[in-house]
Nanobody, 115 residues
Framework: QVQLVESGGGLVQPGGSLRLSCAVS????????MGWYRQAPGKQRELVAA???????NYADSVKGRFTISRDNVKNTVYLQMNSLKPEDTAVYYC?????????WGQGTQVTVSS
């Protein structure tokens, strides 16, 4: 059974930091591209950051310079370090694993940025 389990969300003040984790089981982690998506109320789900099997990354323009995605291929875990958080970063954050036509999602973790 494939599982992607996110953790690390919560309430943080503007300017603060959070680190999201996504633990993956049930698939061979290494070849999968891993991504973090987010969905705010009333908005479409959007890609925040992605990291490929070779380590290449890409980011949404809105988070460049503030967020960092990384992966640990031994622990089968992907991380999203979020710094300088803004209220507009408030959303449910989802972990995604993709390879060819296969795609898996986590259940999501809420991030709320508010004073």
């Amino acid at each position: 059974q494939v599982q992607l389990v996110e953790s690390g969300g919560g309430l943080v003040q503007p300017g603060g930091s959070l680190r999201l984790s996504c633990a993956v089981s049930g698939i061979s982690f290494l070849p999968y591209a891993m991504g973090w998506y987010r969905q705010a109320p009333g908005k479409q789900r959007e890609l925040v950051a992605a990291i490929f099997s070779g380590g290449a990354t890409n980011y949404a323009d809105s988070v460049k310079g503030r967020f960092t995605i990384s992966r640990d291929n031994v622990k089968n875990t992907v991380y999203l370090q979020m710094n300088s958080l803004k209220p507009e970063d408030t959303a449910v954050y989802y972990c995604n694993a993709g390879l060819d036509l296969r795609e898996f999602w986590g259940q999501g973790t809420q991030v709320t940025v508010s004073s």
